[in-house]
C-alpha cells in the first residue's frame, strides 16, 4: 500500500524524511511516497506528485505550527480525502495539540507522536492494507521494538529545529496566536482575567533567562539552581498563606488530598500550565509521596535544554505551596529529568517527584 506523506517547511519535511525509513521496518506492505525522494531528478514534478496522490492508499499530513495554514498541506489533504474514505486520511501532528487544528484540516481524526497514537495509527494502516495485512501479534512486537527509534528521531529533529530558530528575528504580536489560561502562552491577571495587562511568556522567560545567566556568570550552576528555587519557595510560602487562610473559612471540611486537587484546579487557570495532582497520602503516619505534574509549563516554551537553572522557580514554587498547605511538612522535591520536556520535545510534563522529608 502506498502512503503519500504530505509535509511543508523544514520541520514537517525532516520528520516526514525520518517517517519515509521507519514505516517500512514497522510496516513492510507500505511504500512511503515522499516528493522530495520519490520524485527522479528531471521528472515533471506536477505529473508525478499527481501520480502519487491518486496512488496512495493512505495519507499522513504533517502538521506544524509553521505550516498549519498553508494552503498546500490544505490542498494536499483535500486531494487525498477526495479518492479515499475519511478514516484514511491523518493529520500527524508534530509539534501541535488537536485543539490547535481549525479549518477544513480539523474535519480529520489527528494523530500526535506519542507511543499510544502511532500503535493506533500503524494498526489503521495495517487494516487499510486489507489482504496483505500483518498479523496483529507480530506487528506490535516490531511497533515495541521500533518505537524507541522513531521517538529519539523525532525529539532530536525538534530540539535542532528549536535550536536553529532561537536566533531568528522576532515575531511580531500580529503572527502568533497565544493560548490562554488552559495553557501556555499568557499570565493572566487572576484578580479580573484582564487580557491588557497580561505577561507574554516569552517575555517572563527572557527576564529570567537574564538572571539566569547573570547568576551563572558569578556563580556556579548549582548556586544558580538554589537560588532560584529559593525564591520560588519564598514566593509560593506568601501565596500558600493567602489561599490557606482563605480558603479554611470558605471549605473548613476540606481532607488534605482536596486541600491539594483545590490548589492544582486554581493554579492550572492561571497561565503557568496545567497542575495534576499525583500525590498519595497516609493519613495515619502524614506522609507524602508520588508526584505533581506540570502539563505545559510556561518555563519550557520554546527553549533549548541548556537553559535550566530557573526552571528551579516553579521547583520552589511547588515545595512551598505543598508544606503550606501539608500544615507545614517539611517535603523534598525533584524533578525527574528523564522526562523533562527540555530534553524530550515529545513530552509535555515536567514531573516534580515529592515525598516527606524526615
Known amino acids: 500500500m502506498k502512503v503519500f506523506l504530505s509535509w511543508s517547511g523544514d520541520l514537517s519535511h525532516s520528520v516526514a524524511e525520518l517517517l519515509h525509513d521507519w514505516l517500512p521496518s514497522v510496516l513492510q506492505t507500505v511504500d512511503p511516497f515522499l516528493s522530495s525522494s520519490s520524485i527522479e531528478k528531471g521528472s515533471r514534478w506536477g505529473t508525478q506528485l499527481t501520480a502519487g496522490l491518486s496512488a496512495s492508499g493512505f495519507g499522513l499530513v504533517l502538521l506544524t505550527r509553521e ?43 489527528g494523530c500526535r507522536i506519542t507511543k499510544e497514537d502511532m500503535s ?27 518505537w ?76 544558580a539552581q538554589d537560588a532560584f528555587e529559593r525564591a520560588g519557595h519564598k514566593a509560593a510560602l506568601v501565596f500558600a498563606d493567602k489561599i490557606y487562610e482563605k480558603w479554611g473559612l470558605e471549605y473548613p471540611d476540606d481532607t ?35 508526584a505533581i505534574r506540570l502539563v505545559d509549563n510556561f518555563q519550557t516554551y520554546k527553549r533549548n535544554h541548556s537553559e535550566v537553572p530557573d526552571c528551579y522557580l516553579m521547583h520552589g514554587y511547588v515545595r512551598g505551596v505543598l508544606e503550606t498547605l501539608l500544615d507545614g511538612t517539611p517535603l523534598t522535591v525533584e524533578c525527574d529529568v528523564t522526562v523533562c520536556p527540555l530534553y524530550n520535545r515529545l513530552r509535555k510534563d515536567c514531573v516534580f517527584q515529592v515525598k516527606s522529608r524526615n
Request: net charge negative; proline share 4%.
Open 67 to 109: 505550516n498549519l495554514s498553508s494552503p498546500w498541506m490544505t490542498f494536499e489533504a483535500g486531494a487525498l480525502s477526495e479518492g479515499l474514505s475519511s478514516g484514511r486520511v491523518c493529520p500527524l501532528l508534530v509539534d501541535l495539540e488537536p485543539s490547535d487544528v481549525i479549518g477544513p484540516l480539523a474535519e480529520f481524526q
Open 120 to 146: 493506533k495509527l500503524i494498526t489503521t494502516m495495517n487494516r487499510s492494507s486489507e489482504d496483505n495485512s500483518v498479523d496483529v501479534g507480530r506487528l506490535g512486537r516490531l511497533f515495541e521494538a521500533m
Open 148 to 223: 524507541p527509534d522513531l521517538e529519539s528521531g523525532v525529539n532530536n529533529i525538534l530540539i535542532a529545529h528549536a535550536d536553529k530558530h532561537q536566533t531568528a528575528t522576532k515575531e511580531t504580536p500580529s503572527s502568533r496566536t497565544f493560548k490562554l489560561l488552559a495553557s501556555r502562552g499568557t499570565l493572566i491577571n487572576p484578580s479580573d482575567e484582564s487580557r491588557n495587562i497580561a505577561f507574554k511568556v516569552e517575555t517572563v522567560n527572557l527576564l529570567l533567562g537574564e538572571l539566569a545567566a547573570a547568576l551563572t556568570s558569578h556563580q556556579t550552576m548549582e548556586e
Open 256 to 290: 488534605v488530598a482536596e486541600r491539594i486537587e483545590r490548589w492544582c484546579s486554581f493554579d492550572s487557570d492561571v497561565g503557568w500550565g496545567r497542575l495534576i495532582n499525583d500525590l498519595d497520602f497516609d493519613e495515619e503516619s502524614g506522609d507524602v509521596s508520588g
